[in-house]
């Protein structure tokens, strides 16, 4: 049985793009405002650079860089996360936000 292997680019600048929920509600300042803050505070603590990055309504782009040992996924897990529990206390809601 062949297993699938993931390609591991240790120090590597990488472009994201992430597509938001099409169900949430709109968006407005203050949850701009919320992910800039969750962004930041995980940059922080997890040491990866941010080169660049912007938010839209449907979508959120930036430029990457995770250094040696932290993985992409792992630091875009840690934003997502962070920003979905912030967000969903903003909005005294429970689940995917």
Same mark, same amino acid.
């Not at 049985?1 to 992430?18: G, I, N, T, Y």
């Not at 701009?32 to 839209?56: I, N, Q």
């Given at each position: %049985?062949? #297993?699938?292997? #993931?390609?591991? &680019?240790?120090?590597?600048?990488?472009?994201?793009?992430?597509?938001? &929920?099409?169900?949430?509600r709109?968006?407005?300042?203050? *949850?701009?405002?919320?992910?800039?803050?969750? /962004? *930041?505070?995980?940059?922080? #603590?997890?040491?990866?650079f &941010? $080169? !660049? =990055?912007?938010?839209?309504p449907?979508? =959120?782009? !930036?430029?990457l860089f995770? !250094?040696?040992?932290? @993985? $992409?996924?792992?630091? %875009?897990?840690?934003? $997502? /996360?962070?920003? @979905?529990? !912030?967000?969903?206390?903003?909005?005294?809601e429970?689940? *995917?936000?």
């Amino acid at each position: %049985m062949s #297993r699938v292997r #993931r390609s591991f &680019l240790p120090d590597r600048v990488f472009f994201l793009s992430v597509r938001l &929920l099409l169900r949430r509600r709109d968006v407005v300042e203050r *949850d701009f405002a919320c992910r800039v803050g969750c /962004l *930041d505070a995980v940059r922080s #603590r997890r040491r990866f650079f &941010l $080169t !660049a =990055w912007v938010f839209l309504p449907n979508y =959120w782009h !930036a430029i990457l860089f995770p !250094a040696y040992p932290l @993985t $992409t996924s792992e630091a %875009m897990n840690s934003v $997502t /996360l962070a920003s @979905t529990n !912030a967000l969903g206390r903003l909005r005294g809601e429970a689940g *995917d936000v």
